[in-house]
């Protein structure tokens, strides 16, 4: 079992860069592969992005690439998002996840273990 909280969340401006972490309990974190999820109001979780047990592989959601990056720490037990160039379109609530698949999965239904999410707020 994996308990997941995530942290960093705030409101920032337009343009600004902010980074999300999640710390994860337990010690087999390294078999999971992790992913960030997202969910803005009266609109369904999406995914944001996701790598495999140890970074190598990673898929980001189209609207993010090239303005987010995902990373692990396994000695650390953590996982981040780093978002740059934000724009309000990225306000939510963002979720980290754990999966017992491989790779680096996108759907919502191949994860296992959630947090509890940490709010976004991109004011223009």
């Known amino acids: 079992q994996v308990q997941l909280v995530e942290s960093g969340g705030r409101l920032v401006q337009v343009g600004d860069s902010l980074r999300l972490t999640c710390a994860a309990s337990?010690?087999?974190?390294?078999?999971?592969?992790m992913g960030w999820f997202r969910q803005a109001p009266g609109k369904e979780r999406e995914f944001v992005a996701a790598?495999?047990?140890?970074?190598?592989?990673?898929n980001y959601a189209t609207s993010v690439k090239d303005r987010f990056t995902i990373s692990r720490d396994n000695t650390k037990n953590t996982v981040s998002l780093q978002m740059n160039s934000l724009k309000p379109e990225d306000t939510a609530v963002y979720f980290c996840?754990?999966?017992?698949?491989?790779?680096?999965?996108?759907?919502?239904?191949?994860?296992?273990?959630w947090g509890q999410g940490t709010q976004v707020t991109v004011s223009s």
């Open positions: 996840a754990a999966s017992v698949k491989g790779g680096a999965p996108s759907a919502p239904g191949e994860y296992d273990y």
């Open positions: 337990g010690r087999t974190f390294s078999l999971y592969s």
């Open positions: 790598c495999d047990w140890i970074g190598g592989i990673r």
